[in-house]
């Protein structure tokens, strides 16, 4: 493989580290802002959002430089490969989850801290408590389908 295939799997791999790491940290985030009171709650919330924009340009990164990856592979790997369509496949879901069940939730329950009473715990507070059940939901999927994708990248099913 030639020094370009590896410099471009060097950015790939990171740009996993980085857009799951993220997404990852939620847990402990959430967690601790749902015990938090809402003015706690409110900063952990904003940061989680900075990390949470920054982990979903990474995640988007991924498929592009996997691209470039099968492009320089000379002919090692080929679109046609089962294990590169499912992983196609995988990386939408992840998209999809990412954007529709994770950072919608995540901002509607910035949102709802932000009306609360500073003094307020979160964890009483059912509307937000609503909106970080489903974050946490959407985050099992995404670990889910992380672990989907490692598999298909280590084993390549059907190559």
Do not use: C
Not at 93 to 117: F, H, P, Q, S, W
């Amino acid at each position: 493989m030639s020094a370009l295939y590896k410099v471009i799997l060097v950015i790939h791999i990171l740009a996993t580290v980085v857009g799951f790491g993220g997404f990852i940290a939620h847990s402990m985030y959430n967690a601790r802002a749902l015990r938090a009171t809402a003015a706690e709650a409110k900063v952990l919330f904003g940061v989680t959002l900075d990390v949470s924009k920054i982990a979903t340009y990474a995640i988007v990164a991924i498929m592009p430089l996997g691209i470039v990856l099968i492009s320089l592979s000379d002919g090692v790997f080929e679109f046609s490969a089962p294990w590169i369509s499912a992983s196609f496949v995988v990386w939408f879901a992840m998209l999809g989850v990412a954007g529709a069940l994770i950072t919608k939730n995540l901002k509607a329950a910035a949102a709802r801290v932000a009306e609360m009473d500073p003094n307020a715990t979160v964890a009483d507070d059912t509307e937000a408590v609503s909106a970080l059940k489903k974050v946490g939901a959407g985050d099992a999927i995404l670990q889910l389908l992380l672990v989907i994708a490692v598999v298909l990248m280590i084993w390549q099913p059907g190559n």
